[in-house]
């Protein structure tokens, strides 16, 4: 018969743990999709939990016995893991951003697809990104530095080490502004060509007013920007590639910034 004993201490940081883990998992892209019940996620965590506890050796984490401040450590553990998983969700969200821009270049805006991994609408181009940028992720072992970037998460803000000041702040801000920094650079050569059918199309208009203009533009633009899609894959390949391939510093960035406070 396999008996289990645990003293209050550690339980309490298994419950700290699994705040964290849960909270990531609840907010990271892939495990954030409705279509993973949520008894998985929970079971998740929960393994996830188990196994850091002994490797962490995190023995040393003070323990809390009163209500209080264990109630504040707890809600600090969940502040924590939403940040982490927001943080990786606004680097796809710029990946997603990109396509959408082009798309609406292109005149696919009215072409949005129900997608069912969020039961939201999402542009066609996005969703193209979306998919490519995970399977970059998965090619590249990315996956393994976010394990492993979670792992080492708590060595950098342990439970109870978390500062929610200035610095965290300033660096979720600088992620917004990344996020749109993301796009334009993955969708550039994109914007660019389909900026200058624009003007092309302008002048053409101007030059012949008796054609049709809008009969001619629409499929066009969809020709050459899927063309020069095509031409820009292995760009885009590259630069996903570096995106994914920092992830891990992505991380690391922000538990330093919540550590400090």
Known sequence: MITFSYSMPQLQLLFLIFLRIGAIVLTAPVFDSPS???LFKAGLAVAVSFLLVPILGLEAVAYQPGFLPFAVGAASEVIMGLMIGISVRMLFAGVVLAGQLVGYQMGLAMADIMDPATSEQTPLLGQF???LAMLILLALDAHHLFV???????QIVPPYGFRFGNA???HFVGLGAEMFVIAIKLGAPL???LLLMSVAFGLAARAVPQMNIFFVAGPLKILVGLLFLAFSLPYMS???AALMGGLGNRIVAILKAAGTG
């Open 148 to 154: 492993k970037s979670l792992a080492a998460s708590f």
């Open 36 to 38: 993973i019940p949520v």
């Open 238 to 240: 590259t630069f996903l």
């Open 129 to 131: 990104n979306n998919l």
């Open 168 to 170: 965290a702040l300033d």
């Open 191 to 193: 914007i660019a060509v």
